[in-house]
């Protein structure tokens, strides 16, 4: 199958398959850059539809279609090709664009947003998996950084976008701007993109499709509702506890029957792949746990805008893109990876330990010095999961190791934000209460998440308390993210580096001069 691939796409390097490349760019930043859009316009959506009430759920329902997506689309581009796959989830990703554009009333929005995750939920996995199909995995590494350009793009540019589209054009806008930069996506992959046409004689594995939504919705919502729509010992969390143990056990056990696996379980049996999706799931956690706190407490304690809060993050996103275009190169030009979960492990859990350090009087030099760190520790393991993981499975089953490596991340991402959010809330609530007494504790009763209008409204000795309160929630949340990250060292040090397909073998231990060499040129 790779063979055939190449020669389809034999002659028509750089130029097509640069195409190409940029056509799945964009569909990419489509599906990173929707929900940091939509976060900026929520209090306009939710001042002209109403249904205050149920505002978690645009997020929830979007999330939710896309987790429960992910490995249906990347089993049927599997089955029935690639390219196919990918367009259907563009067209599905538009029409809910469109419709949640002309949504009149929260129901509607929050449906039509469903409608949009499902198409979101093959996007980035047929960008990775095309990808996989178009580009041998020692020459994939050159192709990372612009993947982790277009991420770091998405989070520093979507609220700004997201704010200057609501304030000039009206909410509707930022659902519509996806339309045609959709539709140029569309045109792209269409004219240019040329993979083998697949059709696979066994039927799609509905029952597995089935366990396998119902176990991951009972998940998400766990990780949704716990400890802010209910209490974490619940009957209702405990009902989703088991309701989800039950479907993924089952759907465990029904893989080992099927005829055409949802997720082939064999692909486990490889080390690499079970360690790159446990790394991937907890670097998941910790990048989207980072990316909710950090923004919070430069607002709250360092006084920043929050017009400008992608802004903020800028050194940790700016040093992930610099350290995965330096391991891609790397990567590609000596055929060794495995120094890059190694190092990014470390790196992770140092950084993570800094940030816990933070405190009222850390200055915004020094909380960038750290952020930066935790941003070399996530640029080394990012994309070389991903690569990793691709290279451990066989061509046959690259749309469904995309699709579980991208499912595992987005699952940590669920538990990071759930887990580090429940800790940080909780102590931001005990600390407002013992430095404020009972203002402190009326004060973050509904929400220990406070807004920058809220924060300015406080008396000064609430505020200040209020500043010491988000200092200790966010050293919580950190110290455990960092405890957290210590099995991705541990399982980086299993990792066997094995020879990446497209390239002559492993090199020997004479070229570490050359590894050297690339990456003082790369950097």
């Known amino acids: 199958m790779a063979d055939t691939v190449e020669s389809a796409q034999q002659g028509k390097k750089p130029r097509s398959v640069r195409v190409v490349l940029l056509a799945l760019m964009i569909a990419m930043m489509l599906a990173m850059l929707d929900n940091m859009i939509v976060g900026t316009a929520m209090p306009t959506i939710v001042g002209e539809l109403g249904g205050l009430e149920h505002l978690s759920w645009v997020v929830t329902g979007y999330t939710l279609a896309t987790a429960a997506s992910t490995p249906i689309w990347g089993k049927i581009g599997d089955m029935y090709g690639r390219k196919g796959a990918f367009l259907g989830s563009i067209v599905i990703f538009l029409v809910g ?151 993924l056990v089952g759907f465990v056990w029904w893989q080992t029957k099927a005829a055409e696996p949802v997720v082939p379980l064999h692909m486990f049996r490889s080390r690499n792949f079970t360690l790159m999706s446990l790394i991937g799931f907890i670097t998941g956690f910790v990048m989207f746990g980072a990316t909710l706190f950090l923004p919070l407490y430069q607002q709250a304690v360092q006084g920043a805008s929050a017009t400008n809060s992608g802004l903020l993050l800028l050194p940790m996103l700016g040093a992930m893109l610099v350290t995965s275009m330096v391991a891609g190169r790397v990567t590609t030009s000596t055929g060794r990876y495995k120094v890059f979960p190694i190092a990014g492990g470390a790196l992770m859990i140092v950084g993570l330990y800094l ?66 959010g429940a800790l940080f809330n909780n102590r931001v609530k005990d600390v407002m209460t013992e430095r404020a007494g009972a203002l402190g504790k009326g004060i973050t009763e509904k929400s220990a998440q406070l807004d920058a209008k809220s924060l300015q409204k406080l008396p000064a000795v609430a505020r200040e308390a209020y500043q010491h309160a988000v200092s200790a929630g966010t050293h919580s949340a950190f110290l455990l993210g960092a405890v957290i990250a210590v099995p991705v060292l541990i399982a980086a040090l299993f990792v066997k580096e094995v020879p990446l397909r497209g390239g002559p073998q492993k090199p020997t231990a004479d070229d570490a001069d050359a590894t050297a060499a690339v990456v003082v040129e790369a950097v």
């Not at 979101?120 to 996989?132: N, S």
């Not at 766990?222 to 088991?242: C, H, P, Q």
């Not at 991903?386 to 991340?409: C, F, I, P, Y």
């Open 97 to 247: 664009s469109a419709l949640s554009g002309m949504a009149q009333n929260m129901g509607e929005l929050i449906g039509f947003r469903a409608v949009q995750g499902l198409g979101a939920g093959g996007l980035m996995v047929g960008v990775m998996a095309i990808i996989g199909d178009l580009i041998p995995p020692r020459e994939r590494g050159k192709y990372t950084g612009m993947m982790a350009g277009v991420m770091a793009l998405a989070m520093i540019g979507g609220p700004l976008v997201g704010g200057t589209i609501t304030d000039n054009w009206g909410w509707r806008w930022s659902f519509y701007i996806n339309l045609p930069l959709g539709a140029v996506a569309l045109v792209l992959v269409t004219a240019v993109l040329h993979l083998p046409k697949k059709r696979a004689k066994a039927r799609i594995d509905f029952l597995g499709v089935t366990l396998l939504t119902v176990g991951i919705t009972a998940i998400v919502l766990v990780t949704t509702w716990g400890g802010s729509e209910y209490a974490w010992t619940s009957a209702r969390i405990d009902e989703l506890i088991g309701i989800g143990v039950v479907a």
């Open 355 to 420: 940030l816990s350090l933070m405190d009222t009087g850390t200055t915004r030099f020094t909380s960038g010095v750290y952020m930066a760190v935790l941003g070399l520790g996530m640029g080394c393991l990012m994309q070389i999961t991903m690569l990793v993981a691709q290279n451990s499975v066989e061509m046959k089953d690259m749309g469904v190791a995309s699709s579980s490596t991208t499912l595992v991340r987005t699952l940590g991402s669920s538990f990071g934000v759930a887990i580090m």
